[in-house]
């Protein structure tokens, strides 16, 4: 039986799920990328939430069958079933258990921190057709300064990559968290010379990859803020 | 060279640290328990947070010479390295995935509001010595309500336990999160009838184990609230 691809549900807009994205890529794994679109809702209607997932959330897979939320769990299952590339989740040292360890911790922090910051600044003015609510961008701005600060002193004093010296998931979902906030206009790297060198690092070692999702997700920003800011500027 | 016991630092006040604790008493690997104090703080300073974790949390391991936070990623390195039993994280069915869909659904949602909860309600008061603030137990109530309401819905509707006839590492975190709120008087299974046969038959299942972290936790808690009436009451 030839091997069928694997339904994968996405929007470029959700950093969980151009991380997934980048590691099915370059670990040339087969799939079928379902986009759902976060602005439209599509994650909270019809056959996506009827059949897809009860989560209402993006990403998901469909494994011939198996449904599957979370990204990180999606990033597990795939180790196990599939064949990734070791380095993305290598045993040698212990790294397993480390990297386990990053992405604990940012589930409570970085991860919370950089979505909150992208709801307030860019998705939830956006859906409610009105301009971004200040006092809520600046509480959420100074919870990712926090939680920059913590990722810098926890995870990037002295090795190349979050684990050593070779790129990890750990970092491919890192770096797609920081670029939450700076892919609209924030700057995560001043006064933050690790964090600068691990950015350019893991997007070096990324190549490609790496290129083209952010890239597409530069342009679905853009096209997205070019539609709001008309409806706002028809608005006064 | 005889097996070494796992050092683990916790305190059963803490969830994650019971479900652990737990784990490695049924699993039958060998472990040195220290009691590191959370309402004297012991995980913010001293030798813990210097030579056991820069985390500044519980539980943590040092399994020789190699420290690890971070309950999950704990779990994980325990599977990988040390003899667990099957069950707790079967292979079969992908059981495995199914499990890790729980455990990162849990870090965004029953597991803060259990923390919430028990925060606003109990910890906050106790550091503080003050008496809880309404407003705050009133708005962790709500996001309780809401996340009991979720787990019971997306994973206890069909099966005995979460991921099917046996009990697994999910149900084991699951009990001791609910616990949190149950243990300082909240009633969880008001209008939640398969939460409340769920917990009953997890309950069970994991017997004197569960009975003997239980217990602990119970006295810690009524001699921690005894003397905290007393500096109230003073006070008037």
Request: hydrophobic share 35%; glycine share 4%.
């Amino acid at each position: 039986m030839p091997m069928q691809p694997i339904k994968f549900y996405y929007d470029v807009l959700n950093q969980s799920s151009r991380a997934l994205y980048i590691l099915l890529e370059a670990s040339k794994i087969p799939f079928e990328p379902v986009q759902i679109s976060l602005l439209k809702g599509e994650h909270l209607t019809g056959e996506y939430r009827d059949k897809v997932t009860r989560f209402k959330r993006i990403p998901a897979i469909n494994d011939h069958g198996f449904q599957l939320s979370e990204s990180v769990a999606i990033f597990r299952h795939l180790v196990r079933e599939k064949i990734v590339p070791e380095h993305w989740y290598p045993r040698k040292n212990l790294g397993r258990s480390r990297i386990d360890e990053y992405l604990e911790w940012r589930q409570r922090n970085l991860g919370v921190a950089s979505t909150d910051y992208f709801q307030q600044k860019w998705l939830v003015p956006y859906l409610q057709k009105t301009r971004a609510n200040e006092n809520s961008v600046n509480g959420a701005a100074k919870q990712l300064e926090r939680n920059l600060n913590d990722f810098e002193n926890l995870f990037l004093q002295s090795n190349k990559f979050i684990i050593g010296d070779t790129i990890s998931y750990a970092d491919l979902l890192a770096i797609c968290e920081v670029d939450q906030p700076k892919y609209i206009g924030y700057n995560p790297f001043i006064k933050r010379n690790k964090l600068s060198k691990w950015y350019d690092a893991v997007r070096e070692e990324l190549g490609p990859f790496y290129k083209d999702v952010s890239g597409e997700f530069e342009s679905k920003l853009r096209t997205a803020e070019k539609g709001h800011n008309e409806v706002i500027s028809m608005k006064q």
